[in-house]
């Protein structure tokens, strides 16, 4: 793996982790070959490898959100589409802690929905 891979990787684990700090039942798992940040035991973020962020959404606002800039439907392999509700950003677009911070709170939003918090 490329040293830069592994260090944009490991930084955003790190602003990942300040930005879900107050969350109850927090806990980081190794997944999709990232840092995978669960809430209440159901997953909200990963922090990719490359330094991309995975972000579960809600399905219903996933056509809205891929308007964002530096978003993308996920995919598991080339062609291999993750489906309505997984969505990855970019690294370059996730460099602004605002954008960072959109797309954490998207992926709460969602988590409390599901987990009926």
């Not at 969350?23 to 490359?50: H, N, Q, W, Y």
């Not at 911070?101 to 939003?109: D, G, H, M, S, V």
Request: net charge negative.
């Amino acid at each position: 793996m490329p040293q830069t891979s592994l260090n944009a990787r490991d930084e955003l684990v790190e602003r990942l982790r300040e930005r879900l700090a107050q969350e109850p039942v927090t806990r980081e798992i190794a997944m999709f070959g990232g840092r995978a940040f669960m809430v209440d035991e159901k997953m909200a973020v990963c922090a990719l490898k490359s330094g991309d962020l995975l972000v579960r959404v809600d399905a219903d606002e996933h056509e809205e959100l891929l308007a964002t800039p530096g978003a993308e439907t996920a995919e598991m392999g080339v062609g291999r589409t993750m489906g309505p509700g997984w969505i990855a950003v970019t690294a370059e677009s996730i460099d602004d802690d605002e954008v960072l911070t959109f797309w954490c709170e998207k992926a709460i939003e969602y988590n409390r929905k599901v987990t009926g918090r």
